[in-house]
C-alpha cells in the first residue's frame, strides 16, 4: 500500500502579503510572471495552495520545499523536479493540495451550490477533471474521458495503456494543524484503488474546518 497525503485549508481572503510575496519571488519566473497578471484573489489561491504543498513535501520528506524546482509547463502538469507528485485544486472557499511518492495524483474541489449545476453534474466533473489532472492533460481533452457508472474508474483512449485510473470521493476532514487539516488516502499499489468511504460520495458534504459543502475528486495513476 502507499499513501496520497491531502491538506487543504479555508481560503479566508486575509493572507499574509508577505509571505506571499516571499513565496512569488522565489517561484520560476515565466510562472511568476503568470501570477501576477492574476486577479488578487486567485493569485492568492495559488500561493496558498503552493504553502500547503510545501508543508506536505516537509512531511512527507522531512525537507524544505525549493520553489525554484517547481515546473509549470503550457499545457501540461505542473511537477516538481525529484519528486513527490502533486496536484492542486481551489474553489472560491477551499484550497487543497494532493502528494504522493508513488502515483500521479488529480485533484479537484468544487463549492456545492455554484456554476448552476446540480451535485451529480459536479460530481461528474470533479471526477473528469481530477482524472484529467492526473493524466497532465488539459481541459479541452474532457470529452474523451470515460467514466465508469459508479464514477470509480476512468480511461482516456491511448493515455493510461488501457488500465484505468482510480477516482474517489472524500470529504475533508482529518486532523487540524496550523489552520490547515491533513488526511491520508490509502491507494492499492497494484489495482490502484483508492480506499475512501464510498457510502458518503452521494451525502452533501460538510466540511467540518470551515463549514463549506464541497465536492472534491481525487484520481490515481500509477506510475
Known sequence: ??????????????GDPGLEQALLERLPYAYRLELERRDPAARSASLHGLRLLADGVLRAR??????????????????????????????????AVALSERHEPGLDIEDVGTHGRSRAELERWTAV??????????????????????????????????TPGAIGFMSLGGATSGGRAIDV???????????????????????????????????GMQR
Open 129 to 162: 477533471e481530477a482524472s484529467l489532472k492526473a493524466l497532465g492533460a488539459g481541459l479541452r481533452r474532457s470529452a474523451e474521458v470515460r467514466l465508469s457508472p459508479d464514477l470509480s474508474t476512468a480511461e482516456m483512449a491511448g493515455a493510461l495503456d488501457k
Open 62 to 95: 522531512g525537507a524544505a520545499l525549493d520553489p525554484s524546482r517547481l515546473r509549470f509547463p503550457e499545457g501540461g502538469k505542473p511537477s516538481l523536479a525529484g519528486g513527490p507528485h502533486f496536484s492542486i485544486s481551489h474553489s472560491a472557499r477551499r484550497v
Open 185 to 219: 488516502v490509502a491507494l492499492d499499489g497494484d489495482a490502484l484503488v483508492i480506499e475512501l468511504e464510498r457510502e458518503e460520495r452521494r451525502d452533501a458534504v460538510r466540511d467540518p474546518v470551515g463549514g463549506d459543502r464541497v465536492v472534491v475528486a481525487l484520481a
Open 1 to 14: 500500500m502507499s499513501e496520497v497525503i491531502v491538506l487543504h485549508a479555508a481560503l479566508t481572503g486575509q
